[in-house]
């Protein structure tokens, strides 16, 4: 095979595209199974407030793998999305964090408590997502008020009206919505303007480069401004320090999340958190 290589300048058989498609067969089967095993995890990262208190956590998935230890989403989540996986995937995230939410309001009856859970296109586009959405909540008898479904602007695909009916009728419930990482992504501002949102979701790349880069550091302020005046809160995301954390502030932001207030942690870490 490697002589041939040598020899043709056109290669139809690629040897590391078979490899790859051979390692994806095999994490789609580990994933799968991952689901029943139980192997997969929630943790959660503080959103904090102007005075630093904890008001919300954002809900993040991780494959605890036998072997290779703790795995992140970005690894694992394209890879569901493009076999259909995030669908069993998705409702175990939000049966679970719905759950927990239900635990901790319980438990912690006076802390202020939100919880953001994440939900990819594919997951939302689902005609039983308002269903698995209504039974998680029903089952784990958490509030629908504390609950903020994280969506991204690769939504702009379909079709606005289905869109806008779909969130329309989970904020019935009671459920808020979070546009998340944005500023990354195609939306127009019109589209913006007729999604019935809660939240944006500043994007940690121009919050990352505000202290050095005068551009990330005009459009977070942009960023900010624009949802007040289409009246929605605003979170920034990966704050890691200080000065972020001041000019974010300076500029009218009043929610941050990010390494400066805490890293993404086990449930009983964050209950930790929540005595202090
Ligand atoms: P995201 O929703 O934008 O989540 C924020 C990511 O930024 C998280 O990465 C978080 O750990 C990381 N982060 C938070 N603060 C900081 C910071 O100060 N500095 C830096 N450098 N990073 C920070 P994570 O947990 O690896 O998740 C990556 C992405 O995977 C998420 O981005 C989200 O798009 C996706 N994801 C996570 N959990 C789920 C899930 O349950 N369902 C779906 N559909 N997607 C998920
Ligand atoms: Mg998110
Ligand atoms: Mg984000
Ligand atoms: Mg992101």
Redesign the pocket.
């Known amino acids: 095979q490697a002589k041939e290589k040598g020899r043709n300048r056109i290669c139809f058989y690629d040897p590391l595209m078979q490899e790859n498609i051979e390692h994806k067969t095999t994490m789609e089967h580990e994933l799968r199974m991952a689901l029943s095993k139980e192997e997969l995890i929630l943790f959660y990262?503080p959103q904090v407030n102007l005075e630093g208190k904890i008001v919300g956590v954002?809900?993040?998935?991780r494959w605890n793998h036998p072997q290779k230890g703790l795995i992140?989403?970005?690894t694992f989540?394209p890879l569901a999305e493009e076999t259909g996986l995030?669908i069993p995937v998705?409702s175990w995230?939000l049966h679970r964090a719905c759950q927990q939410l239900s635990e901790w309001k319980k438990d912690f009856p006076h802390q202020p408590l939100h919880l953001s859970i994440?939900?990819?296109a594919k997951?939302f586009q689902e005609a039983s997502f308002y269903e698995t959405v209504a039974n998680a909540i029903a089952l784990s008898g958490s509030d629908a008020g504390s609950i903020k479904l994280?969506l991204t602007e690769s939504l702009i695909l379909d079709s606005i009206h289905e869109t806008i009916a779909k969130i329309e009728a989970l904020r019935l419930l009671g459920v808020g919505f979070s546009l998340?990482?944005f500023g990354t992504g195609y939306s127009s501002l019109s589209y913006l303007k007729r999604l019935p949102l809660d939240e944006l979701k500043i994007d940690?790349s121009f919050v990352r480069d505000i202290g050095h880069d005068n551009n990330d550091a005009m459009i977070v302020k942009t960023i900010i401004e624009m949802a007040h005046n289409f009246d929605l809160d605003v979170i920034a995301?990966?704050?890691?320090d200080k000065e972020q954390f001041n000019f974010l502030m300076e500029n009218g932001c009043g929610l941050f999340?990010?390494?400066l207030f805490g890293k993404?942690m086990p449930p009983e870490e964050l209950e930790r958190l929540f005595l202090a």
């Open positions: 990262q954002e809900a993040l998935l992140p989403p970005n989540i995030i998705g995230v994440n939900v990819s997951q994280e998340d990482d940690q995301e990966g704050v890691e999340q990010g390494y993404p």
